[in-house]
């Protein structure tokens, strides 16, 4: 089942533990709209809200949006994405910035080990 950007938004404050307020205050987006976000008044946020927000959380804009923009779509296939590959960057756009790089940096570490 997808979930909406309220969803997400939801699942992302209690994994860090942020109030709404809390939130507001690191991200400079008014308590107002992430209460409007919460209730599912506002579903399209502007894009610079959702960055704001997504800055504050530690997470791409991507996993409050759609999932990391990538879908089991013929073009995934097209492009040789295959399931276990759409899977690995769902999971890898969900990660922390920090942990993001250590991955890139441990494939980096293992291309120049193989050259």
Do not use: C, W
Request: hydrophobic share 35%; proline share 4%; aromatic share 6%.
């Amino acid at each position: 089942m997808l979930m909406d950007i309220k969803e997400k938004l939801e699942a992302e404050m209690a994994r860090t533990g942020y109030s709404q307020y809390e939130l507001a205050k690191l991200s400079t987006v008014p308590q107002p709209t992430i209460q409007r976000i919460l209730s599912g008044e506002t579903i399209d946020p502007k894009s610079l809200t959702v960055k704001k927000l997504s800055h504050a959380l530690d997470v791409s804009s991507s996993v409050l949006l759609d999932d990391a923009g990538i879908s089991e779509s013929k073009a995934s296939y097209e492009m040789g994405l295959t399931p276990d590959a759409i899977d690995l960057a769902k999971r890898y756009m969900k990660l922390p910035r920090q942990s993001q790089q250590k991955i890139i940096d441990y494939l980096s570490f293992i291309e120049s080990a193989n050259t």
